[in-house]
């Protein structure tokens, strides 16, 4: 398993993020330290998180994936061992919200005092803000790199124009440049990403950090009739999958699956990994079983013949 860097950012990762948005969602701290403490025992070093999350729950504020990360690095005194990524930028509250730079200079001191750190590894905007400025957001960046709070920066949920527009914007002004694109992109949701991004991230070196990587569970097999649904709250997310085409795709996963001795869900991200200018999927696990299937799929050398088959299944 060798690492890959992050866009020309000097940061190297290896090639699997566990995504934190369970944190304080579907499983609370104890079980979270567990699961970090067992991703870092398996050798794997990116943990993505975001100011917002687990917001969406009844409750909570936002911050308390954050929160439990800091409470587990503090505890644990890994810090060294891992590479922290978080975003800013979705709405905390109403006057929380974007990419303007006094939101960002608060929202960051913020992040580092819920996560106990004196730097994020990669910074990201969570969605683009046509509101602001790029150069007002680029720089206000280019600050937190030279204060040394951030050692570089991504953009997520940005559209390829856009993307280009930042990069020429960072260029023209001598700012810090996004190094990474946060997309959705897995086995059934490949078009857009394929099409609009790709192109843009592997001409200017961008590297790509993939959430829904699993299409939200559906790639794990585990729902496989509308009946499935109910097992867990990511479920109602599922239905849209369930069609001639994903069941054309869960049909080559299990095959190749077969092949490999390993899950569908090893193998939906070891397809997303094996593809030119990824950096590292994003997935979640609520338990180790679930982590130790996810983890398997950095050891995985998918053949041609396996990429291909699962390249025709998705073909669209």
Same mark, same amino acid.
């Given at each position: 398993?060798? @690492?890959?860097?992050?866009?020309?950012?000097?940061?190297?990762?290896?090639?699997?993020?566990?995504?934190?948005?369970?944190?304080?969602?579907?499983?609370?701290? @104890?079980?979270?330290?567990?699961?970090?403490? $067992?991703?870092?025992?398996?050798?794997?070093?990116?943990?993505?998180?975001?100011?917002?999350?687990?917001?969406?729950?009844?409750?909570?504020?936002?911050?308390?994936?954050?929160?439990?990360?800091?409470?587990?690095?503090?505890?644990? $005194?890994?810090?060294?061992?891992?590479?922290?990524?978080?975003? #800013?930028?979705?709405?905390?509250?109403?006057?929380?919200?974007?990419?303007?730079?006094?939101?960002?200079?608060?929202?960051?001191?913020?992040?580092?005092?819920?996560?106990?750190?004196?730097?994020?590894?990669?910074?990201?905007?969570?969605?683009?803000?046509?509101?602001?400025?790029?150069?007002?957001?680029?720089?206000?960046?280019?600050?937190?790199?030279?204060?040394?709070?951030?050692?570089?920066?991504?953009?997520?949920?940005?559209?390829?124009?856009?993307?280009?527009?930042?990069?020429? #914007?960072?260029?023209?002004?001598?700012?810090?440049?996004?190094?990474?694109?946060?997309?959705?992109?897995?086995? *059934?949701?490949?078009? *857009?990403?394929?099409?609009?991004?790709?192109?843009?991230?592997?001409?200017?070196?961008?590297?790509?950090?993939?959430?829904?990587?699993?299409?939200?569970?559906?790639?794990? $097999?585990? *729902?496989?009739?509308?009946?499935?649904?109910?097992?867990?709250?990511?479920?109602?997310? #599922?239905?849209?999958?369930?069609?001639?085409?994903?069941?054309?795709?869960?049909?080559?996963?299990?095959?190749?699956?077969?092949?490999?001795?390993?899950?569908?869900?090893?193998?939906?991200?070891?397809?997303?990994?094996?593809?030119?200018?990824?950096?590292?999927?994003?997935?979640?696990?609520?338990?180790?079983?679930?982590?130790?299937?996810?983890?398997?799929?950095?050891?995985?050398?998918?053949?041609?013949?396996?990429?291909?088959?699962?390249?025709?299944?998705?073909?669209?």
């Amino acid at each position: 398993m060798e @690492k890959r860097e992050i866009g020309n950012s000097g940061i190297n990762v290896y090639p699997f993020a566990f995504g934190g948005n369970v944190f304080g969602w579907t499983i609370n701290e @104890k079980e979270s330290f567990k699961i970090l403490d $067992g991703f870092i025992d398996a050798g794997l070093d990116l943990i993505d998180t975001a100011d917002v999350y687990a917001k969406w729950v009844p409750g909570n504020k936002g911050g308390e994936s954050e929160t439990i990360i800091g409470n587990w690095l503090k505890k644990s $005194g890994k810090r060294n061992k891992v590479i922290i990524a978080t975003k #800013v930028g979705k709405p905390m509250s109403e006057d929380k919200k974007g990419l303007s730079r006094k939101y960002i200079t608060q929202a960051i001191e913020d992040s580092l005092k819920r996560l106990q750190t004196d730097h994020i590894d990669l910074y990201q905007s969570h969605d683009d803000d046509k509101q602001t400025p790029l150069t007002e957001t680029l720089e206000t960046y280019t600050d937190l790199i030279k204060q040394g709070k951030v050692r570089a920066i991504g953009a997520s949920n940005f559209d390829g124009i856009r993307l280009k527009e930042a990069l020429q #914007v960072s260029k023209d002004n001598g700012l810090a440049s996004y190094e990474c694109l946060q997309p959705e992109y897995n086995l *059934y949701n490949r078009q *857009y990403y394929e099409k609009e991004l790709e192109p843009v991230c592997r001409e200017r070196n961008i590297g790509v950090i993939s959430y829904y990587s699993l299409a939200s569970g559906f790639l794990t $097999g585990k *729902y496989r009739s509308e009946k499935d649904l109910s097992q867990s709250s990511r479920g109602s997310g #599922v239905k849209q999958f369930l069609n001639p085409r994903g069941y054309k795709i869960l049909a080559a996963l299990d095959k190749i699956a077969a092949e490999y001795d390993a899950t569908p869900a090893s193998i939906a991200l070891a397809w997303v990994i094996a593809r030119p200018g990824i950096t590292a999927p994003i997935a979640s696990a609520t338990s180790i079983k679930q982590l130790d299937e996810l983890t398997k799929a950095t050891s995985l050398k998918l053949s041609s013949d396996a990429i291909n088959l699962l390249n025709s299944a998705s073909s669209y």
